[in-house]
């Protein structure tokens, strides 16, 4: 059973940092991370692409990076400069011989 495990959410005040783990328990082909908030869909946030280039966001672009360790297990979110609005459950997902898997989410609220 292929799991993946995100850490390191918690409450931050605005203009602040938090970084982001998910670990999983297999070598994955590629790690996205997404966020989602009550009431709305789950919302692409960071990526690989194909050619191993990355994409952001608009909302996140210049504040968040999407990095990995190189051997597709972990990934990291580095969150600066978090404002109210970033406040979601984050959840990373991973892509392993065509299939999609989930991690369970980690919450980041932002807030003074």
Sequence with gaps: QVQLVESGGGLVQPGGS???S???SASMWRMDWYRQVPGKEREL????????????AASVKGRFTISTDGAKNTVYLQMN??????????????IRYGRAYWGQGTQVTVSS
Excluded: H
């Excluded at 946030?45 to 952001?56: H, I, L, M, P």
């Excluded at 400069?81 to 991973?94: F, I, N, Q, R």
């Design 22 to 24: 998910c670990a999983a």
């Design 18 to 20: 938090l970084r982001l």
């Design 81 to 94: 400069s978090l404002k109210p609005d970033d406040t979601a459950v984050y959840y990373c997902k991973g």
């Design 45 to 56: 946030v960071a990526r690989f692409t194909d050619s191993g280039n990355t994409e952001y």
